[in-house]
């Protein structure tokens, strides 16, 4: 098993920054892919950034290409989204979660491991 906590969202303006956090702990997160999306109310889960277990090959979706960066230090079995230029559209609770043998897949139903979610608003 592997539980996973984000943490360091929080109300920002727009053209912020905010750096989450997912922690780990249970099991290391080596060998697996690690995947960021966020879900504003109302709406669906979607896919926001994903690394491989390496760290060696990273995937954006288009809404935060150029502006979010994933990263990962498997040492300190944690994963980091850096988020810049931040937008009111950006506002949404912010997800992390695991995946064995597979990597940058958009289908949240594909993941069995998530965090509980921090919440992002972008105030303007």
């Known amino acids: 098993q592997v539980q996973l906590v984000e943490s360091g969202g929080g109300l920002v303006q727009v053209g912020g920054s905010l750096r989450l956090s997912c922690a780990a702990s249970g099991r290391t997160l080596s060998r697996y892919s690690m995947t960021w999306f966020r879900q504003a109310p109302g709406k669906e889960r979607v896919f926001l950034a994903a690394?491989?277990?390496?760290?060696?090959?990273?995937s954006y979706a288009d809404a935060v290409k150029g502006r979010f960066t994933i990263s990962r230090d498997n040492a300190e079995n944690t994963v980091y989204l850096q988020m810049n230029s931040l937008k009111p559209e950006d506002t949404a609770v912010y997800y992390c979660?695991?995946?064995?043998?597979?990597?940058?897949?958009?289908?949240?139903?594909?993941?069995?491991?998530w965090g509980q979610g921090t919440q992002v608003t972008v105030s303007s």
């Open positions: 690394i491989t277990w390496t760290g060696d090959m990273t």
């Open positions: 979660a695991a995946a064995l043998n597979s990597f940058g897949r958009s289908d949240p139903t594909e993941y069995s491991y």
